[in-house]
Structure formats: C-alpha cells, structure tokens
C-alpha cells in the first residue's frame, strides 16, 4: 500500500476512534446535550430488530430523525418518565473499529458496543454491533445515520432507559 | 414470602369484589395451579393468521407454558401442536417462524407432516410390527379462529370460540375497521420481558387511570391536538365495561369506535403530510378519508381473559414464565397492501410509545417491576379493587364504569375465580 495512503487511512481510523468513543463517554454520563450536538439534521438514530435494512419500511426498536432524538432527550431530562428519574447507569466500552468505505465526504465505521446497566441492584449485559455513516465537515464529524444493532435484537428484551 | 405462607390460598380468600389478596401477585403454588386450571382449561390466543400466511408457512408460539407450534397445512388448514417429539422429548423445530414441508426431530431423525402426524422413523423394525404410527403425532390442540386471531386450548371440553368470546366479537370486528378496507396485517413486534406477576400485565389493559400519571413524558412529547385526544381522563366521556367470561373493553376515544362513521370529519394535523401523500399518490378522496381516519387506530381497548389484548392500534399478547416474570409482544399492525406511506406512519407511531426504546412501554415495565418489589412488604395488606364501584351502572353486556374504573379488572378476576374453583 502506498505509505502516504496508509498514514491518512490510519489517522481517520484514529479520528473516527476518538469520535465514537468521546460520544460513548457522552452517553454513560448522560451528557445529552452535547449528544445532539454531533447528529447532522437529516441524520436518522436506528436500533433495528433482526438483520433488514430497510427501516423506514420495517419496526424498529427506534428510528429517530431530529424531532424524534430531541423528543426523547427531552423525555430523559425532565423528570416525568418514571423509568429515566433515575435511568439504570451505564458503562460501555466500544472496540474492533473498522472502516468499511470512505466516499467523498462520508466515511463508514463499524465497532463493537458491550455495555452493563445497573439498576434495582441488579445488573444487566448487552451487546450490539454499531455502524456510523459519519460526514466529515470542518468542525468534525458529524453523525448522518448511527444503526445499533444488538446481538438478540429481535430476542425478549427489557425496557431501556438509556441509549446505546 | 415468609408471611405470605399463612395466607389461604384457596381463591375465594384471594378474590373479593374490592380487593384481591397479596398472594395473587407471588405465590409459586397458585402459579402452579393457575397454569394447569387457566391455561391449560380455556382458549389461547397464539398467533394472527398473517403471521403465517402460506401453506407450510408455520411460527412457534406458547399456551402457557407450553411450546407450541403454529402452522398452515397444504390444504390451508391451521394445525397448532406441542414442540416436542413423541420419541424422547426433543423440540422439532427452533427455527421462530418460516415455511417447510414438515417438522424433523434433530436427535433420531423422526418426521412429522405439516398436521402433526408421525411420517416416518430411522429403522422402525425395532420397534415391532405393531407400532402404531398414527398413535405417535405432534401432541395436537384444539384450534379456532375469528377474525385472523387464531387461539388454541387443550381442553377438548371447551365451549367453541365464538361463544367463548360472545359479546367481544363484535368488538373484534370494529377494532378490525382500522385496516380501512385492507386485511389486518402484521407488521412486527416489539418483545419485553418484565419481572411481574403475569396479573399484572392482564389488569393494565383495562387501567386508564395510570395513563396521564405513568405516561406523562409520551403525553408531552405529542401536538396539543394530539394531546387533547389521549387526555380521555379529563374529558371523561369514556367508560368500561364487562363483556363476561373475564373479557372487557375500555372505550377511550368514543369518537373513534367505528372507523367507519364521521369520514367527513377533518383530518388530525398529525396526518395531513400522510393525506397529502395519499392524494398525490392518486387515492381518491374517500379513500384518503378512510385510511387517515384508521392510521392511529381504534379508540378502545378490549381486553381478553387470560392473555390477548386489542390495543388501540396493537396487539397485546403476554406470556407467563413463573410467579415473578412475564413475557410481553407489542405486536404492530398494518394494512396488508395498502399504501407503503400509510404503514410507515403506523409503524413510526407503534416506535413512538411501545416496546423496549418507545417513550410508553419503559415506563409501564418501571411501574410493573415496583409492584413486584412493593408485594414484598405489608402481606396482609389489601390490593384494591374497588375504584368506579361507587358509581357503576348496568352496560350493554355487564357493569358499566368510569372510563377510569376497575371494572374490567373486576371482570378478569371473576373469571380467573370460577376458573380456579372449578
């Protein structure tokens, strides 16, 4: 591979590294705000159940455009939802990052998502592949479609009072 | 669950016209038994007719307990039978819905056809030359349908099912109005389990007065006319009532019983982008009517004894696992060929209030698990049941209350007394 090709794939794998795990540290601290900061308007926020693609036209866990992402923050933060006051706390780590394609502006990455909730004293265990169309623009990336599909996505799950 | 123990569980001293005993939400002995004389006695509802809509095509499912699996044979006909070979126990199928000619043992390689019978075994000769094959099928329920919801019961006793279901029929059928012309499909489901008695789950079907409390953040997060038609509470034009046999139906939205009425009424905000579209697309007025007028649903809930419901816009299906836990499908519904815009508004609003992620159903499993862990104090204390008796009316069919009255779960337990005592 040409060496100067090499070193940008390397460094936007770095860049796109540090995006996605600055945004999980976002989300176990709940620091929504900030969250909604790095979604492009028209972006869409999926959790699919089982392996389609076509989420307009299939249920989801969520398919949330702008509206619906500032809904449920809002519906985190203001206290009325009894299963988000308090929410069950988390702990992530996302790893295995690889960049699938790079086309224009866009630029496609997949990781690993493990994450523990706690809540009532017990503790819970999730999995999900994650896959971000990133834009990349002169403030950063931004967030055009993040799809997080959890390993039993259409198994019997719980309720969730945190995003993943 | 130490005090609990001297309680009596025999069900006239759990079950009283204004409140029910503790025992009814955590003990595993009355579980054991509800299991045997509720679920194995009346008709379970298992799947809709959509879920498996070709000959061969077939979805597991569960009556109680139990495994089952559903299916539709070359000539059409819906057999539904346990999960488990006849030779040495092993399930026949894992896969969770899909199409086949017929169901293989993994362990010896037993085959069974499409109705459940036994076809053919790996060197049978061992077995004797009186071996009766037709002695050794898929261990077989009785099966109805109405309306494309197909219930089985392993009670060959059991009345029929329109008769079981008696004055709910007719409510099926005004809930089915919401396919606008189209056949009710299903779209998908949403799956949650929840630490909960499964009682629980059958209650808040029939609980309007939980709604503008637990269901608050949903309520703000809608347009204020959208706002105004789920404040049913406030407006107080609702009611409930008792269909018999532990059925009922809690009418929300009277406006919005038969889908069929008021066409000419003007066309909600929150659906005027989804009417556009249907015209543009070239759907003629009235139709455009019709299916705008269907899209959020109907506005009743029907609940059915022991573990289906009809739900404004979804079907609500619960399975017990024990005392503590249940299993709960919010399952969405569409219009089988209808316009694509139409079904994404469906499923879109299905996303917005059920299942795991949706801005409703979180909430209603944090309230549910807090019973679960509020039972375990104060086991001499009452679990009320006595909200609207002060002002219940005869109905159509059976007491009529306050849209937020109990009085549908009064009917549930009626049901769940006379079962439990027979």
């Not at chain 2, 709604?211 to 034009?237: C, N």
């Amino acid at each position: 591979m040409n060496e100067m090709i090499k070193r940008d794939n390397d460094s936007l794998l770095r860049d796109a590294e540090a995006f996605i795990w600055a945004e999980a540290d976002m989300l176990d601290r709940q620091d929504y705000d900030a969250w909604l900061a790095l979604w492009s308007e028209e972006g869409f926020y999926t959790l699919p159940i089982g392996d389609g693609e076509d989420f307009a036209n299939t249920l989801n866990l969520c398919h949330d455009d702008a509206k619906m992402r500032r809904d449920r923050i809002a519906r985190f933060q203001q206290g009325f939802s009894i299963s988000s006051a308090p929410p069950a706390r988390t702990i992530r780590t996302v790893s295995r990052f690889v960049i699938d394609e790079v086309e224009g502006d866009e630029v496609t990455v997949r990781c690993a998502e493990h994450l523990i909730e706690d809540k009532f004293g017990r503790q819970r265990i999730w999995a999900a592949n994650l896959s971000y169309t990133l834009i990349v623009t002169p403030g950063g990336f931004k967030i055009r479609h993040k799809v997080a599909r959890l390993l039993n996505s259409d198994g019997m799950l719980n309720s969730f009072s945190y995003l993943f | 669950m130490n005090s609990q123990n001297k309680i009596d569980i025999t069900p006239h001293e759990l079950v009283f016209k204004d409140h029910i005993r503790t025992p009814m939400y955590e003990d595993p002995r009355l579980f054991e038994e509800e299991m045997q004389k509720i679920f194995k006695k009346t008709w379970v509802w298992v799947a809709h007719e959509s879920e498996f809509p070709e000959k061969g095509s077939f979805r597991l499912s569960q009556v109680g307990l139990e495994p089952v699996i559903v299916v539709r044979d070359r000539k059409g006909a819906i057999h539904v039978m346990v999960n488990r070979c006849r030779h040495r126990a092993a399930t026949v199928c894992e896969v969770k819905k899909g199409k086949t000619s017929s169901f293989q043992c993994p362990y010896h390689g037993w085959g069974y056809g499409l109705d459940g019978s036994l076809r053919a075994l790996p060197y049978p000769e061992q077995y004797g030359d009186d071996f009766d094959k037709a002695q050794h099928g898929l261990l077989k329920l009785r099966t109805e349908s109405y309306a494309g919801m197909v219930f089985a019961t392993f009670n060959e006793e059991a009345e029929p099912l329109v008769d079981f279901l008696g004055p709910v029929t007719k409510w099926i059928d005004l809930f089915m109005k919401q396919g606008a012309g189209y056949p009710v499909k299903v779209l998908g489901e949403h799956q949650f389990s929840v630490p909960m008695n499964w009682k629980v789950q059958l209650e808040n079907t029939t609980d309007a007065y939980h709604f503008p409390v637990v269901h608050k953040s949903f309520l703000q997060s809608l347009d204020d006319e959208t706002e105004e038609v789920f404040s049913f509470l406030d407006q107080g034009k609702g009611y409930v009532e008792d269909l018999g046999n532990g059925h009922s139906v809690m009418v929300m939205i009277p406006e919005l019983v038969d889908l069929d009425d008021n066409l000419e009424a003007p066309i909600p905000e929150r659906f005027t982008e989804l009417a556009r579209e249907l015209r543009d697309e070239g759907y003629p007025d009235e139709q455009v009517r019709r299916i705008v007028r269907a899209v959020g649903g109907a506005g009743f809930n029907l609940n059915l004894f022991p573990n289906v419901s009809f739900s404004l816009a979804f079907f609500r299906v619960l399975t017990p696992v024990n005392v503590e836990r249940t299993d709960i499908r919010h399952i969405a519904i569409g219009m089988d060929g209808g316009p694509e815009a139409a079904n994404q508004v469906r499923l879109r609003l299905h996303e917005h209030f059920q299942g795991p992620m949706g801005f409703g159903s979180p909430d209603d499993a944090e309230v549910w698990e807090r019973i679960q862990r509020g039972v375990k104090g104060g086991a001499e204390l009452p679990i009320l049941l006595n909200r609207g008796l002060v002002d219940e009316q005869p109905g159509e069919v059976g007491p009529r209350g306050h849209i937020s009255a109990e009085t549908g779960m009064r009917a549930a337990y009626d049901m769940w007394k006379r079962m439990m005592q027979a």
